[in-house]
């Protein structure tokens, strides 16, 4: 099963089990960062990816810079531990790891949490790559990334038990919207995959054959 499929058949169960007015909540939202992003200018391929800094989930400095250095870099931003799609998508990207490795590239994911946080997700996922945090949405917001939930869906999630100022230690609710990015040895961006919708993801497998389009470039 890909990771299409299976963001789609937890998606079927969720639909199937959670109540339809708290649904619509959330579609509402989703449908509004639609169209705020439809009016935004975002990096797009060619564009020269923005070079950062953020610590990993012990704490030490990742340079994007320093991991380009040793080759291609899949960069993937998403909402945090507690997101079920999130996760689904970071355990994909670890089973194909060694596929992604064999090619040349290195993978590093972004979310807003707090190190401690990051530091969970990976043990929680058995994740073998850079798990990176972006307290503020600094870095995603260089992105183009960053949004804002809306009061509606602010009050769901508290009622849902998930206070995200807490989660990420910030005031703020902002989240990066599910984007990624490959990313050539000289910074400009390869692919861009930018979606509203934070149940859609890039199947990993298209990652893995635009860095293989990079290696043959590049021979």
């Known amino acids: 099963m890909n990771l299409r499929e299976e963001l789609n058949k937890y998606r079927r169960e969720f639909i199937r089990k959670f109540p339809a007015d708290k649904a619509a909540i959330m579609q509402a939202a989703t449908d509004e960062l639609e169209a705020d992003l439809a009016n935004r200018v975002l990096l797009s391929k060619g564009d020269t990816a923005p070079d950062f800094t953020l610590p990993d989930a012990r704490g030490r400095s990742v340079h994007l810079h320093d991991r380009l250095n040793e080759g291609p870099v899949v960069l993937t931003f998403y909402r945090g531990g507690w ?4 996760n689904l998508e ?7 790891l060694a596929q992604l490795r064999e090619a ?3 993978l ?3 979310s807003p949490q707090s190190p401690d946080a990051s530091l969970s997700t990976a043990e929680k996922n058995s994740l ?6 972006d307290v503020g949405c ?3 917001s260089r992105y183009g990334i960053v949004f804002t939930l809306p009061s509606a869906l602010r009050s769901l999630y508290l009622e849902l038990g998930l206070d995200l100022p807490a989660a990420n230690d910030t005031a703020d ?3 990066p919207v ?3 990015f490959v990313i050539d040895v000289d910074g400009t961006i390869a692919l861009a995959y930018i979606d509203s919708d934070y149940r859609n993801r890039l199947e990993p497998n298209d990652a893995i054959a635009a860095v293989r389009e990079l290696e043959k470039s590049a021979a």
Request: with cysteine.
């Open 90 to 96: 970071l355990r994909a990207y670890q089973s194909r």
């Open 138 to 140: 600094v870095v995603a």
């Open 173 to 175: 609710w902002q989240l």
């Open 104 to 106: 040349g590239a290195q």
């Open 178 to 180: 599910a984007a990624t």
């Open 128 to 133: 073998e790559f850079d798990v990176l945090s």
């Open 108 to 110: 590093i994911a972004v």
């Open 83 to 86: 997101c079920p799609y999130c």
